[in-house]
């Protein structure tokens, strides 16, 4: 995970994750790197310091102590000492000392302590999956060993109950393999899953993955359990990775064993004589000590009784109830992904596809709510509406206050009221929403859309293949800025002022019949603009842009490119090199450019004016390096939203 996290910053994965709210930016990426490595080294160093020293002795050496003996009592030399240093250094470090050493009467206390704080965060953990993971194999697998340890717990107390070396030893051997699947193997089989569909030439998805409905809300689930989301979520498995050290020490601890032959005979002596002189009191014994006797006496019964046991099974029996009831719950018809959170009596459903073709009927507001009624609304992370003509939206979209994704694809909106609209009150984690082959009353944008309490967290707003013409004139006061935002095969005329002041991270204007754009969206976009596919025959004469903007104009008539571009071709490929710095496919540009390459024509032909880039006019032999590296002219879908995948996807089932 260190090395995925230092690799990350740059790369369009970064980007998608930020976007869905998977990490805490790029910015942070290289800290998480450091620390999870920090981890990850120690856990080597320690693995190699036992198997180096298990080979050089032949023998299995557990720990420091193994290693170095203890000093003679008469020794003075440094190397003696240096060995005592080192010895008293793990045991400080990697040792818990004092009350919470194994070696302490008080080990069974702290034991069970925290056994009970850890049990409850693996409770709690086991809820997070039930509500976020549909992957049932895995729910009951990881229920499976938290119930299992709860009981082996109890077992073993009342098993060893007069035995505290084996007692300890196998409870803190169970506690260990919690804890390596909480911290390691869940993460593990999660990222097992996903590699089948990871590009690792490119290092990252196949961008089409994320328009894929029950793919996409896998990974919004399932992400929050092996990437860190929070600063609290790398708290938390910095506790499980220490825990697990300190467990490996302690079992290394109770496995050794200390001979009397490996003891000098001075050390021996020396030992017999403080065991004679402990064998008589130094004075008589006073109240106080009966008094502490008596309550060590009391927290030992405590400890070895039966209640604990009892603790430990009925934990284990309520979670085993728990999950074998939410498991009973039936399934809900058009429900793509079912969860099964505990605690609940209804049906919940993290992915539903209302799919208006499928059920027969168009789409009216009591239909639609008929639907939604069948499940617990309020567990719902997806919502897919498909092939519905006459689509009325209900009011009981509000209910949907866990809602990440909404999604519309081959459907006519005929009504969306302002009491069904989109809103930061009922949808606070709203992050997408889709709008594929869509019309819409008169080709403007429904009232549900222009709500004043808009959800801040919506920054991916995509409309494509849509009949919308105009955009209303204070969008940009109620939409979020600085997100990603496409109007693609659309309606629109001209770049709307609203759009503009939404100061986007990602604009696409493709397919528009627009026929010039204002040097405005080029320094309002912030890092992507897309108007390929329009009426534009060149560019703006002046632009102030980032050095890493990225810029589509394929399938344009533009035929040559102003200064303004070159910082983005000195800058071309150091940042998302997945996407090119310049795309021109189908322009009269890239026209003359392959001829330029094939040797027909040695230079482009657009006359020479002032301000125009000196880099992309150079039609020599020696900058044809630069000019492929900063100008691609390959295929590429015309439109950002992959509506060709989207059609074969969510085509109608015969």
Known sequence: MAL????????????????????????????????????????????????????????????????????RTDSIRIIKRLHRYARNVYRAVL??????????????????????????????????????????????????????????????????????????????????????????????????????????????????????????????????????????????????????????????????????????SEVRKLSVNRRRSSIVPASDPKVTDVKHAYRKNRLQILIESRVMQGFFGMWGAALLILHLYAESISSVPQCAMQVKPWGTSVPSCSLFVLDCHAVSMDGVSDEVSIQWSTFDRSTTSGLVIRHCPHFEVPV??????????????????????????????????????????????????????????FPKSLMDIEFCNTNLRVLPDDLDLKWPKSGTIYFEASNLSTVPDSLVRLSPYVTSLALNPIASIPESILMRTAGYLHVGGTLITGLPQTAKISPFFKLRVDHTNVSFFWDWVDPMV??????????????????????????????????????????????LSDASPENWATLKKAVSCGAWTQTLYPVEFEDNYSKIAT
């Open 4 to 71: 995925c996290y230092w690799g990350l910053p740059g790369t369009m994965l970064d980007v998608w994750l930020y976007l869905y709210g998977l990490s805490l930016g790029t910015e942070h990426d290289r800290n998480i790197a450091v620390i999870l490595g920090s981890v990850a080294a120690i856990h080597l160093c320690y693995l190699v310091w036992m198997l180096g020293w298990s080979l050089q002795k032949r023998q299995f050496v557990f720990a420091v102590y193994d290693i170095f003996p203890p000093s």
């Open 570 to 615: 000195a800058h071309a490929g150091l940042v998302y090199n997945s996407l090119p710095t310049i795309l021109a496919t189908g322009s009269p540009y890239c026209s003359e450019l392959q001829r330029i390459f094939e040797g027909s024509q040695s230079n482009f032909s657009a006359p020479w004016r002032q301000g125009v880039s000196m880099t």
């Open 396 to 453: 009981i979209l509000t209910e949907f206050k866990r809602l990440k994704l909404l999604k519309f694809y081959n459907t006519t909106i005929t009504e969306w009221n302002e009491s069904a609209a989109l809103s930061q009150t009922h949808h606070p984690s709203l992050v997408m929403l889709f709008l594929v082959r869509v019309n819409m009353t008169n080709g403007e944008l429904p009232t549900g859309l222009q709500g004043s309490g």
């Open 95 to 264: 040792s818990s000392i004092g009350v919470l050493s194994v070696d302490s009467p008080y080990f069974d206390l702290v034991l069970i302590c925290r056994e009970i704080v850890e049990t409850a965060l693996q409770t709690q953990q086991a809820y997070r999956m039930s509500v976020l993971l549909p992957r049932t194999r895995l729910n009951r697998c990881y229920v499976a060993l938290l119930v299992i340890n709860c009981w082996s717990t109890a077992l073993i107390h009342s098993t060893f109950h007069k035995i505290s070396t084996k007692r300890r030893f196998y409870v803190i051997v169970c506690d260990s393999v919690l804890d390596m699947v909480s911290s390691v193997g869940i993460s593990t089989v999660i990222l097992a899953i996903y590699a089948v569909d990871f590009d690792f030439e490119l290092g990252e998805f196949p961008s089409y993955k994320w328009y894929e409905d029950v793919w996409l809300m896998h990974v919004l689930s399932e992400f929050h359990l092996v990437l860190v989301t929070s600063w609290s979520d790398l708290v938390m498995r910095l506790v499980f990775s220490l825990s697990m050290l300190g467990n490996m020490d302690n079992m290394k601890k109770l496995l050794c064993t200390t001979t009397t032959s490996a003891i000098p």
